[in-house]
């Protein structure tokens, strides 16, 4: 059975950062892996993804350019790194995995696998 465990929200400022962590574990395939989140009232949305070889990745526009995806498939672990975040990034964020190829990346919304989440706050 395939399990996700996100870790390392919490509360900050605007303009500071957090690194996010979500360790795969029970898995017996490549996967690629993503990020989301959903902030209260709103629907979940799609925030980056990487492939299993780390060489194919996407961003929401969103977060371009201030959040950065990566992984170590020696430990099964994803990250988040988050710098300049806003207010607006305040949500519940989620990791989740589905088989892919080496490169391959699936559509944005196209996930079998998810762990719980872990809550990311934004002061002004």
């Known amino acids: 059975q395939v399990r996700l465990v996100e870790s390392g929200g919490g509360?900050?400022?605007a303009g500071n950062s957090l690194r996010?962590?979500?360790v795969l574990s029970g898995r017996t395939f490549s996967y690629a892996m993503g990020w989301f989140r959903q902030a209260p009232g709103k629907e979940r949305e799609?925030?980056?993804?990487?492939?299993?070889?780390s060489g194919s990745t996407d961003y929401a526009d969103s977060v371009k350019g201030r959040f950065t995806i990566s992984r170590?498939?020696?430990k099964n672990t994803?990250?988040?790194q988050m710098n300049s975040l806003k207010p607006e990034d305040t949500a519940v964020y989620r990791c989740a995995a589905e088989p892919q190829g080496w490169s391959s990346l699936?559509?944005?919304?196209?996930?079998?696998?998810?762990?719980q989440g872990t809550q990311v706050t934004v002061s002004s």
């Open 11 to 13: 509360l900050v400022q």
């Open 46 to 53: 799609f925030v980056a993804a990487i492939s299993w070889g």
């Open 20 to 22: 996010l962590s979500c």
């Open 106 to 115: 699936p559509l944005r919304y196209d996930y079998t696998y998810w762990g």
């Open 72 to 74: 170590d498939n020696a």
């Open 78 to 80: 994803v990250y988040l």
